[in-house]
């Protein structure tokens, strides 16, 4: 875990909030968790998306998914 990532109980308090998909198929290569660790890594240090570490997924996923969130108003909501 890095320096800025949530803890258990932080996460598990962001889980009741978070809205889980209904789609079938296979599972997600990287767990939102990560993802979203990845974001905030970004968000924290203010590098380019193409430097945010691999362990938080690939950045253009990472990024993916902010810009997702932030057009459809998650990021409001969190």
Do not use: C, N
């Amino acid at each position: 875990m890095g320096r800025g990532d949530l803890t258990d109980e932080q996460w598990a308090v962001l889980e009741r909030l978070s809205v889980k998909g209904a789609k079938a198929g296979r599972p997600p290569a990287w767990p939102w968790w990560r993802l979203i660790d990845g974001i905030r890594f970004r968000v924290s240090t203010g590098v380019q998306w193409r430097d945010v570490p691999v362990e938080y997924g690939p950045w253009g996923r990472v990024h993916e998914l902010f810009r997702r969130w932030q057009r459809d108003g998650t990021w409001h909501h969190v």
